[in-house]
C-alpha cells in the first residue's frame, strides 16, 4: 500500500474528481483500484491529497505534450524512460515505455533503452540524449562539454531547454513514486540483512584477520 493515505471519490476535490471519471469512470479509486494501462491508479488518489499539487503535476503532463512544444517527442520519451530506469522507477520506466511506442519508436530501441551505451541503434542526437539523461539523473546535473555540445549541433537552445526540464521532471515524479511506494513502486526495500543459519553469526573477517596469524 502506498505510504500516504489515498483520498476516496466521496472526499475529492473537483479537479481529481475529473481524473476519476477519465481514469476510473464511476468507480471509487481507493476501493476498486485499477486502471486502463493496468496500474493500481493509487498516483492519482495520493496527489488528491493536496489538489493544487494535483493540478500542478496536472499542468506539467499538459505541458510537455502541448503541441507548442519545440522537442521532437521521440527524443522526450528517450529522456522520460531512461530518467525512470536509471533512478530506478518501475512506474516511470513502465509507463514511459508505452509512450515511446506511442510516439514510434521503434520495439528494439525501446528495450535497448537500458543498455544503450553498447547499441548500434541509436544516432548519435538520441546517444547525447541519452547520455545527457544520465548525466542529469545520475551526475546531479554535471555535463561534459562533449554530450553538450553533441546536443547543441542538432538541438535549437529551446529544444535542449524543454529537454532539460521534462527529463528532470520525471525524474522528480520517478522519486517521489518510490518514496510514497505509488504504483509499481510499491515494493519492500531489497537491500537488507540476509539472517545466517543458526550458529553461524560470526564475523567472517574477524575470521579471517585472526588466521592470517596463525
Request: with cysteine; net charge negative.
Amino acid at each position: 500500500m502506498p505510504r500516504l493515505r489515498q483520498v476516496p471519490r466521496s472526499e475529492a476535490g473537483p479537479v481529481a474528481t475529473m481524473m476519476y471519471d477519465m481514469l476510473f469512470g464511476d468507480r471509487d479509486p481507493v476501493q476498486e483500484p485499477g486502471t486502463e494501462t493496468g496500474t493500481p491508479g493509487n498516483w492519482w488518489s495520493v496527489f488528491a491529497l493536496v489538489p493544487d499539487c494535483l493540478e500542478h503535476a496536472i499542468k506539467g503532463f499538459q505541458f510537455y505534450r502541448d503541441p507548442a512544444r519545440k522537442l521532437d517527442p521521440q527524443l522526450r520519451e528517450l529522456g522520460q524512460t531512461r530518467a525512470g530506469y536509471t533512478r530506478g522507477s518501475q512506474f516511470v520506466y513502465s509507463q514511459h515505455c508505452k509512450s515511446c511506442r506511442s510516439v514510434g519508436l521503434a520495439e528494439d530501441k525501446i528495450q535497448a533503452i537500458a543498455h544503450w551505451q553498447v547499441s548500434d541503434l541509436f544516432s548519435a542526437l538520441e546517444r547525447a540524449v541519452l547520455a545527457y539523461t544520465d548525466a542529469l539523473v545520475l551526475e546531479g546535473g554535471r555535463v561534459s562539454d562533449a554530450v553538450f555540445a553533441v546536443l547543441k549541433e542538432h538541438l535549437s537552445d529551446e529544444e535542449i531547454l524543454e529537454l532539460t526540464y521534462v527529463t528532470a521532471l520525471y525524474e522528480m515524479h520517478a522519486v517521489m513514486s518510490k518514496a510514497l511506494r505509488l504504483e509499481y513502486d510499491d515494493v519492500d526495500e531489497r537491500i537488507v540483512e540476509i539472517a545466517a543459519p543458526a550458529g553461524g553469526d560470526s564475523d567472517v573477517m574477524n575470521m579471517v584477520d585472526d588466521n592470517k596469524d596463525s
